[in-house]
Structure formats: C-alpha cells, structure tokens
C-alpha cells in the first residue's frame, strides 16, 4: 500500500487572512503559501497538519451546539492538546477566539474562532 497522510484542513472563512492570522498566533504556525483568497500555514518544523483558509464570500458560521434544525451545523472542529488549559484558554481568547456558552466537560474548552469555527483545547488527565 502506497503512503497516505492526511496533511491539510482547510477551512472556509468570509476573510482567509485574517482566520490565518488568528491560528499562526495561536499555534505558533508560519505561513507557507498566500495567496489572495487563499493562505496555507504549517508547523515551524514542518512535522504536523497544516491549516488551509479559503475566502468564501458567502460563508456561513457553525452554530455550536446546534440549537434547531435548519441551522448551519459543525462539520468538524479541531482538537488541540495544550499542557495548561486555563492558561491557554486565556491566550486563545487574547488572540481573537470565543469562549462557547457550553462547555461539556472539565478537562476541554470549546472555544470559537474569529469566523466562528468551534475547536477544544483540551488537557490529558490521568485515569
């Protein structure tokens, strides 16, 4: 079997510059490829997955939880494991993120980012 990875996310915004921003401050990323509705960034070290951003003019946000049928739902978040979650959290939300209403658990935030794409950051605990 032939070698597969997955190696990018990419995720529409109503600007790619600005969500591309938002996540090299918050993973401490470097942009690799821009272009003018178009930004990819990367992992300084180049091990990891890479973040697209797309413009999409007529992008949507997520409603996270979803509330009622008809709303535009989450097709998917990032999971980001951080080693102090308050701490963290706190720098994510500096950085231009949202602390969700709802928070399902002790040992995740759910946090959305400038265009509304819900992620968690989340801590191991030990069982």
Not at 6 to 32: I, K
Not at 72 to 86: A, K, P
Request: aromatic fraction near 8%; glycine fraction near 6%.
């Amino acid at each position: 079997m032939t070698r597969t990875k997955v190696s990018t996310v990419v995720l529409d915004a109503h600007d790619a510059h600005q969500l591309a921003d938002f996540y090299v401050r918050l993973l401490g990323y470097e942009v690799r490829a821009d272009e003018p509705h178009w930004v990819l960034v990367g992992p300084v070290d180049g091990d990891g997955v890479s973040l697209a951003f797309e413009t999409e003019p007529e992008y949507v946000p997520p409603v996270w939880p979803t509330r009622k049928p008809g709303d535009q739902q989450m097709m998917l978040h990032l999971d980001i494991e951080v080693d102090d979650l308050e701490g963290e959290t706190a720098r994510a939300v500096a950085a231009g993120a949202t602390l969700a209403d709802h928070q399902p658990q002790d040992d995740v935030r759910v946090l959305l980012d400038p265009s509304g794409h819900p992620f968690c950051l989340w801590v191991e605990t030990p069982e």
